[in-house]
């Protein structure tokens, strides 16, 4: 292991680091518990510039109720979740399939389309923009939640294609192999014998695409415009316009924009990191 | 027709399984890029009628101050980006301990990736604050006057890519934490007899074996600085006076603002951001066919 065992060195060492630990995490997190503890200040510490005092009152509740009741910010967090999950289900579903042809089957153009998803998957979002945006207005979608899930995933198939076709790659082929020999189809296969296998990258990618697509808010801006579309990234940019210096409401929205993707971290933690090594740092 | 299929089903089914997922990406990524490269040669507002104009659009960019700005801001966020991999690095040498609650801290130090970076632009905009800010009150603290750095054109850039950083560095610890769980233990112990330790056994015996951490490392940091826009539009957007716009960021300005809707102009800026990443891109494909070659 390196670097050294904390628990074989000196005893000075030892306490050292077990001081330093949580210090380092204050300071790291330090921009962030600044919000925090300003979302639960009163609208009276903002305007006298207690930021960093002792807050004269705890104001959880009221500037949490607040937002929900005097802005969209209920709106757009549905938003989000109108665009997050029908993406993350797409686009797994879709690169389930891609995965599967691409780490199964030998064929001629086998490697050139893998290289299209991952090439695809790496281009900068400003050469897709005008023509996509056009594309969706010409089909009568632009915005709308489901044409920004669309697009997203079509996008997200070819990181997701990247992944689970390395996935599938490194399963026992003899399984599949075995199941041709008994006569079954080849559709069968994918349903029966590879799909109850890919659990746990389904996990993985599923985590990994909801906090992406929660997180977007380029196309965010791109696709959508006005409450009743657009999605909470956008949603908070446009809050924090009309909310000149009502920092206590900016940071109280800031941190329910970023709840669900925390909670999904939390609760599914082994999943997303095993997601964003892209498998290939087991 | 169903001998058919039993006959060539092995043939078949991948183009089968294929279809829809080609199909989408097709439609969403690949022709849009073609079709921004034949934008870029016309003057488009998006409505009207497109004007053919030839390559007068990249002409009009070769005089561009603006562009160039945006390049240089590119080519200073490409390179300190890239300190996220070292920071990264030594944050994740730092918890890979086994002391008690460490899966905690790991956790807690990996969360400014997990947040949106709408909400890391508004936490570091704040944290700027020439009145109230965090960073000013530690300035004045230690004696200097206080610097307003979104406001300003020589360090405006530099801010905003310290706050990328912050997520980006979490991202990269992430990548050696479980780089550093597949060191070999017997390779250590081995150096370690052999008197080797501190820097020089992080050089020449555990570097190595974090290379694939590192090159994957290096992919989302690279593509991570290309894409930058969001901080940038959050931020400052773009200002003081388009000091801190980036590629990405001008491209959209150009596109779709207030300063009208130059289709044909922003698509030009997005092809030349596109041949940029195209190098990265390439690169990335002929390890990925190497390695494959090899397996």
């Known amino acids: ?282 | 027709m169903k001998t058919y299929w039993k006959k060539n089903q092995q043939r078949l089914a991948p183009w089968l399984f294929l279809a829809p997922g080609i199909a989408m990406f097709a439609i969403y990524v690949i022709i849009p890029i073609f079709q921004s490269m034949s934008i870029s040669l016309y003057a488009w507002d998006g409505l009207g009628e497109k004007e053919y104009v030839g390559l007068s659009n990249y002409v009009e960019l070769m005089d561009d101050d603006a562009f160039y700005t945006s390049l240089k801001n590119n080519v200073i966020w490409l390179v300190l980006y890239m300190l996220a991999i070292p920071a990264g690095l030594f944050v994740a040498l730092f918890l890979n301990q086994t002391v008690r609650g460490i899966r905690i801290y790991k956790s807690l130090f990996f969360f400014p990736f997990v947040i949106s970076q709408v909400v890391v632009g508004l936490v570091f905009s704040w944290f700027y604050d020439p009145n109230f800010g965090l960073l000013n009150i530690a300035l004045q603290a230690i004696g200097f006057d206080p610097i307003a750095v979104l406001a300003d054109e020589d360090w405006v850039t530099y801010g905003i890519i310290a706050a990328g950083l912050w997520p980006q560095t979490a991202y990269c610890m992430i990548l050696y934490l479980t780089g550093l769980n597949a060191v070999d233990p017997e390779q250590i112990e081995a150096a370690r007899l052999d008197n080797a330790k501190g820097f020089k056994m992080l050089w020449y015996v555990v570097l190595p074996q974090l290379k694939p951490a590192t090159f994957i490392a290096m992919v989302v940091t690279v593509i991570g600085a290309l894409r930058s826009f969001d901080l940038i539009s959050i931020m400052t957007d773009g200002g003081p006076w388009g000091s801190s716009r980036v590629l990405a960021f001008y491209m959209y300005e150009q596109a779709f603002s207030e300063y009208g809707f130059r289709m044909g102009y922003g698509a030009a800026i997005a092809v030349v951001l596109f041949l940029i990443m195209m190098v990265y891109i390439t690169a990335f494909l002929v390890k990925m066919y190497r390695d494959e070659r090899g397996l």
């Open chain 1, 1 to 282: 292991m390196f670097p050294t065992p904390i628990e074989k060195t000196s005893t000075a060492s030892q306490t050292f680091y077990k001081i330093a630990l949580p210090i380092a995490l204050i300071v790291w997190l330090l921009p962030l518990l600044a919000v925090a503890l300003t979302s639960i200040r009163s609208a009276g510490d903002i305007t006298a510039g207690n930021y960093w005092g002792w807050p004269t009152s705890f104001n959880l509740l009221e500037n949490y109720t607040a937002i929900f009741e005097n802005t969209p910010i209920g709106k757009y967090i549905l938003n989000s979740f109108k665009v997050t999950i029908p993406t993350v289900i797409g686009a797994v579903a879709l690169s389930c399939m891609t995965g599967f042809a691409l780490g199964v089957y030998r064929f001629k153009s086998n490697l050139p389309v893998f290289f299209m998803f991952v090439a695809g998957n790496f281009v900068p979002f400003q050469i897709l923009m005008v023509p996509v945006r056009d594309l969706s207005l010409n089909l009568g979608i632009y915005n709308t939640t489901m044409g920004l899930a669309l697009f997203h995933i079509a996008f997200q198939t070819g990181f997701c294609t990247l992944f689970m076709r390395n996935f599938i790659k490194a399963m026992p082929y003899a399984l599949i192999e075995a199941a041709r020999v008994e006569g079954v189809s080849e559709i069968k296969i994918f349903w029966y014998v590879v799909m109850p296998l890919m659990k746990p990258a389904i996990a993985a990618l599923s985590v990994l695409i909801f906090t992406f697509i929660w997180n977007d808010y380029f196309w965010a801006t791109v696709l959508t415009q006005g409450a009743d579309t657009q999605p909470i990234t956008a949603g908070l940019y446009s809050l924090n316009g009309q909310w000149v210096a009502a920092w206590h409401l900016v940071s109280a929205g800031s941190i329910v924009a970023a709840m669900p993707p925390v909670l999904m971290f939390f609760l599914m933690q082994k999943h997303f990191i095993a997601g964003l090594t892209l498998g290939a740092v087991k």
